[in-house]
């Protein structure tokens, strides 16, 4: 690695790039202004928090890594069991089922004798722990903090998800992480605007308050790094998010519909297990269950709540796997309409066994949606030049561009570094 040279990347979790408007978000528009803007920069699908980080990380979509949503059903002694990702013991479990936790390898572990990688994250357990599942780094979380070889930390973060968390989050890292410890990579995972968002409508005051909070993270991490950069040679300065939202138009029970068409023998039957991802579904079949695919195919192409099914190779052009037990994704409706706030975006959403946030007129995300997919990205810094670019850029993009700063190898990676 080239002495001197460090990332910082900074993710406010949610917030769509249409969002950020120099009212509201005051330092991201100026970072957008001043920096390099990808204004094409899309999502990964599922559009979760959980499968965002493992791409994040990776620099790899969900086929190549494994990480396939924020719920995933795994084969656990010959049975198909649907499991929150979000919950601490996940990785064991995926571990336990098929011999490793990430397929491909993270940027923790690319960078553990190059510097080093230091997380913090307000997100969920397994969203955090996904930027570094075995333990290369260290990573920062509520619900337990890890450094290098999975060893327990004593200085954990002892805070709560929500605005405050995040502000003493921010403190900390600015203090601790840039000033005084000085890895490689550090990362830092804000939990607004999603979590608020989830419990209310985009657009609203209690939205638009948790977009001036999270800028003002950002603003923190971005002052920091100037002050110790001021050329922007050494440090790259990666703001983005990870996903977007829409609005949640009506909620749809999958299984009740699934068991009512005669798809399923009952919520708990095993021919075939929906995955609910927010504003979509995948759904695997038992061996002897996957003839029934295309059928069922053409009876989801016929349901109103349907935006787009994919199954077979179609599973590969969204970077979903082909093998193994996965045998169709669903898409759910959207459009472009507006909320009663004048944000766009509204889609069909699932009800979830795992999570009762997202009511009718809140926000979601999980499918394709235009807002959905489309986080913001905006880089200081790392020899970019400043300005707005059209050429599409992805999630797993950041990794590369990370990588080809601190001049360590990015092979095996799908993403590309960004000019
Ligand atoms: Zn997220």
Redesign the pocket.
């Known amino acids: 690695m080239r002495s001197g040279r460090r990332a910082v990347v900074v993710?406010c979790?949610?917030l769509c790039a249409d969002l950020v408007t120099p009212d509201v978000a005051p330092a991201l528009a100026e970072m957008r202004a001043q920096g390099a803007d990808f204004a094409s920069a899309r999502g990964v699908f599922p559009s979760?928090?959980r499968t965002?980080s493992a791409s994040m990380a990776t620099g790899c979509l969900p086929a190549a890594h494994g990480l396939l949503g924020n719920t995933m059903v795994l084969r656990e002694q010959g049975a198909l069991v649907r499991l929150s990702v979000g919950k601490p013991d996940f990785l064991e479990r995926l571990r336990r089922a098929t011999g490793r936790t990430l397929r491909r390898p993270t940027w923790a572990e690319r960078l553990a004798r190059q510097g080093g990688a230091i997380v913090m994250s307000n997100?969920s357990p397994g969203?955090a722990y996904l930027q570094d599942p075995d333990g290369f780094g260290h990573v920062y979380h509520r619900a337990g903090s890890r450094g290098p070889g999975g060893v327990a930390l004593t200085d954990g973060l002892a805070i709560e998800v929500g605005a405050a968390g995040d502000r003493a989050m921010t403190d900390r890292f600015c203090r601790e992480v840039l000033r005084e410890r000085a890895p490689a990579l550090a990362v830092l995972w804000l939990s607004e605007p999603?979590h608020t968002a989830h419990g209310v409508a985009l657009g609203s005051g209690e939205h638009l308050a948790m977009i001036a909070h999270a800028d003002a993270c950002v603003d923190q991490v971005r002052r920091t790094v100037e002050a110790l950069d001021p050329a922007g040679d050494e440090i790259l300065l990666v703001a983005c998010?990870?996903?977007g939202m829409e609005t949640v138009e009506r909620k749809i029970d999958l299984d009740a519909l699934l068991v009512e068409a005669g798809w399923k023998r009952s919520r708990e039957s095993q021919e075939v297990v929906v995955a609910p991802n927010g504003n979509a579904a995948l759904l695997y079949f038992a061996d002897e269950a996957r003839d029934a695919i295309p059928a069922l195919v053409r009876w989801l192409q016929d349901q109103d709540f349907t935006g787009r099914v994919f199954a077979g190779q179609a599973l590969a052009e969204i970077g979903l796997p082909t093998e193994g037990p996965l045998g169709l994704a669903l898409a759910l409706r959207h459009d472009a309409s507006a909320n009663p706030h004048g944000v766009p975006g509204r889609s069909v959403s699932l009800l979830s066994p795992f999570s009762d946030s997202s009511p009718v007129g809140c926000a979601q995300?999980g499918g394709l949606g235009e807002h959905e997919q489309h986080p913001f990205l905006y880089l200081r810094g790392g020899g970019l030049r400043p300005g707005e670019r059209r050429q599409p850029a992805s999630l797993i993009d950041i990794a590369p561009t990370v990588l080809r700063h601190l001049d360590v190898a990015a092979d095996g990676m799908q993403g590309r570094a960004l000019q």
């Open positions: 993710v979790d949610s979760t928090t965002s997100v969203a999603d998010s990870d996903h995300h």
